[in-house]
């Protein structure tokens, strides 16, 4: 059993009081929603900067009723419980996880709550550790930040699996838990105000740790539905008032920090933010779990999410299924998928029904390998991203919901050895989302619905643009990850906003299962140092610099466009333009245009050609990198990428044939948080180690550059060298397997011979 000391206090000065706007939010997003067509009204006024206590939760203005949108509160139920196990639906539920698919899951998660959680004692509340600004946090204020969310991971947890096994056994000792974890959760104070003289209670509250109150508003709601027949009308009233209290809070506080009422599919015009939309399922789960017991506000909570996922949902991407933030945020469209499985169960129409959720399953199945591999956007894990038991089983669902059976055959690539989530039970309750007890209930949702025969993967378009988020990735032999040439090219409209990186013309190679041309970097926690100085940035990709400068990090205006994308009898060609990403930056003002075509030759190798145009003599720098060290011949201007059993080799030829330097470096140029480096990561990705790194740039400046690059993957440990020259416009490329190709090209084609 895993114990919780309270987190040690800290203290630091305050710039901003958050709760003083929750007041105001509510009351402003409770008038958005009477009527849908108000959603258009203008954000509320922000918030009181003065660094004195903030106004206390309890002042959140009432939420008035809300006219639903059109058919939102016909699809609700008349009986409760609405949420988890429906009302009629217990039997079957039982009979599922008794004798059927449902067993050997359910069989797990009892053996483990039975051997650690049933005589369990309730942990202690969390306390406040300073100044809660995401900007203001150090390592080691990281580190209580994420023991308040642990507590509260369990305490939901807990909570949610006691409450599923009594609904399934009928044995009192789990509705004793239950009960007991819900309502001493139910005490937990929703005030942090007085955390500038120290540690105090309230640490909880979405306006102090946001992610601390997710990991119990997503759970307690629903627990609550499947027991609270079994609490007495003073247990009801306690929990309903906490419940009030912090649902009040989570409405307006969505608003206030995400603008969730005017943000739009697939458009960054309304600076979207990343957990307020994150939050919106367990809102409408909220609102369906206490439709009886607060019907004000879940009414309210209902109209909001109905419309949302109707209407504005995705922000991050769009009709193509992408995911603008990157593939290891991907995942969080699994948290978005809990409402349309709600959906599902109550036998509303539009689960599933909108052009993104029949291909959000591609946009895994083209960017992620089963083995563990970089890519663009935040990745939590040591910088690395593979296809997860937990990916597999939820894409699993989705074939099956979907009848699509090129998803099942993705989903059973995974070669991951962590278990999946039938095997999991209740390990790691504390960290881990989705739970098992959650997969149990989606399984159990769709389990009338039969798996669809799988489909080979070759079958589909090796090549994919995802044109929605400015995505395009190449494969040479798509779902054979030992024989795949994997190449991802990135130049998006959402530029390097959110999780988003400064990466427009970036590209990444992966070959033979192999990582060999990165993404560079780590994330230790989200605004490190290391994070902010390295990661973030240009310099951490294989992209340009100009005069040493990048992309602007950060900024909806740092985008790129995918001006170009063509499959062709030899070869796909796309072509990306980041002239306004490299603007953007307040130092390069002087760019007048880059653009970077990118051409996957016969799926065997790749060539790129760099444009760069500038108002004044510059150079540029040319990136390269790998996770081992780079090495560089400057006789031939090539660099190779050694891995275990496959090889990169990347000839530069210039178009003015001069002179190029190069500056190798196995260093960052900010370190990595000491804590973390050397370190594994859930078993999976080795460490967080040093990288290798290659900055090459012609010697002279100019203000025009044209360099073509021939990137050759091979298997094996000795690298292969095609030769390359330009004759007129030309480029010869003599191939290692002794093949000769010519490729010209023009603003508006590419011709390969």
């Not at 969730?260 to 307020?276: Q, W």
């Not at 653009?595 to 760099?610: A, K």
Request: glycine share 8%; charged share 25%.
């Amino acid at each position: 059993m895993t114990s919780f000391p309270a987190p040690t206090p800290a203290s630091a000065p305050r710039s901003r009081a958050p709760w003083a706007t929750v007041a105001t939010a509510a009351a402003a997003f409770a008038t958005l929603v009477v009527a849908p067509s108000a959603f258009a009204a203008n954000r509320p006024a922000a918030g009181d900067a003065s660094p004195s206590p903030p106004a206390t939760p309890a002042s959140v203005a009432p939420v008035a009723p809300a006219a639903s949108s059109p058919g939102a509160v016909a699809v609700v139920p008349a009986k409760a419980p609405r949420t988890l196990v429906a009302a009629g639906r217990r039997e079957a539920f039982r009979a599922y996880v008794t004798s059927g698919p449902g067993a050997k899951a359910f069989r797990r998660i009892r053996e483990d709550f039975d051997r650690d959680l049933l005589s369990a004692p309730f942990p202690e509340e969390p306390r406040t550790y300073g100044d809660p600004s995401p900007r203001r946090r150090t390592s080691e204020r990281v580190d209580l930040w994420r023991a308040a969310q642990d507590v509260c991971g369990y305490v939901g947890g807990v909570t949610e699996a006691a409450a599923l096994l009594w609904v399934a056994t009928g044995d009192p000792r789990y509705l004793e838990k239950a009960r007991e974890f819900l309502l001493r959760a139910c005490e937990w104070s929703l005030d942090p105000s007085g955390w500038p003289g120290g540690a105090v209670r309230g640490a909880t509250a979405i306006t102090y740790n946001d992610e601390a109150h997710f990991r119990l508003w997503r759970k307690l709601p629903l627990a609550y539905d499947q027991i609270r027949d079994e609490l007495t009308p003073d247990e009801r009233a306690r929990v309903l008032a906490h419940f009030r209290e912090r649902g009040r809070a989570s409405f307006a506080w969505i608003e206030e920090e995400g603008r969730i009422s005017r943000v739009l599919r697939n458009s960054l015009k309304v600076e979207p933010s990343s957990h307020p939309i994150r939050f919106m399922p367990m809102t409408g789960l909220a609102a369906l779990a206490l439709w009886d017991d607060l019907p004000e506000e879940s009414r309210a909570w209902w109209a909001a999410t109905y419309r949302f996922y109707r209407e504005q949902f995705p922000t991050w991407g769009g009709d193509d299924g992408g995911w603008s933030e990157g593939a290891a945020y991907w995942r969080g469209t699994i948290e978005h998928a809990a409402f349309q499985d709600a959906l599902l169960a109550i036998g509303d129409p539009s689960a599933y029904a909108t052009p993104f959720w029949r291909q959000h399953g591609y946009f895994p199945v083209y960017n992620v390998q089963p083995y563990p591999a970089t890519g663009f956007g935040d990745f939590s894990n040591a910088g690395k991203f593979n296809l997860e038991p937990s990916v597999a089983e939820y894409l699993t669902h989705v074939a099956r919901v979907t009848g699509d059976g090129y998803l099942l055959t993705y989903a059973r690539l995974c070669s991951d050895s962590r278990p999946s989530p039938a095997e999991r039970g209740l390990r790691g309750l504390d960290r881990m989302y989705p739970t098992a007890t959650e997969f149990l209930v989606r399984n159990f949702i769709a389990a009338d619905r039969p798996l669809p025969a799988a489909k080979p993967l070759a079958q589909l378009p090796p090549d994919r643009f995802f044109r929605d988020i400015g995505w395009v990735s190449l494969h040479s032999a798509l779902g054979q990850p030992d024989d795949d040439i994997h190449v991802t090219f990135v130049s998006s409209p959402y530029g390097s906003f959110s999780h988003s990186h400064a990466q427009q013309n970036a590209f990444i190679l992966n070959a033979y299962g192999q990582n060999l041309a990165i993404a560079s970097g780590y994330r230790e926690f989200h605004n490190s140092p290391h994070h902010n100085a390295w990661t973030r940035q240009t310099r951490s990709k294989n992209a340009l610099l100009i005069d040493g400068e990048g992309q602007k990090p950060q900024s909806r205006d740092a985008t790129g466009e995918i001006i170009h994308f063509a499959v062709m009898p030899r070869a796909t060609w796309a072509a990306g333009d980041a002239t306004a990403a490299y603007r953007a930056n307040p130092k390069l003002r002087y760019v007048e245009r880059v653009r970077r075509d990118l051409v996957f030759v016969d799926r065997r190798y790749v060539v790129l050609c760099d444009t760069v145009d500038l108002a004044q003599p510059g150079r540029i720098s040319f990136l390269l990198h790998a996770e081992r060290p780079l090495t560089w011949d400057g006789a031939e201007r090539t660099a190779f990428i050694r891995a275990e059993g496959a090889t990169l080799s990347a000839r530069l030829v210039p178009e003015d044939g001069g002179t190029w330097e190069a500056q190798l470096s196995d260093r960052f140029t900010e370190p990595i948080d000491p804590k973390y480096a050397g370190q594994s990561f859930a078993g999976v990705v080795r460490s967080w180690g040093n990288q290798g790194h290659l900055q090459a740039s012609p010697t002279t400046a100019a203000r025009r550059h044209r360099v073509y690059t021939v990137l050759w993957p091979e298997r094996g440990d000795t690298p292969a060298l095609a030769q390359a020259r330009l004759e007129g416009s030309t480029l010869v490329v003599q191939r290692p397997d002794g093949r000769t190709d010519r490729l010209a090209f023009t603003e508006s084609a590419v011709r390969v011979e």
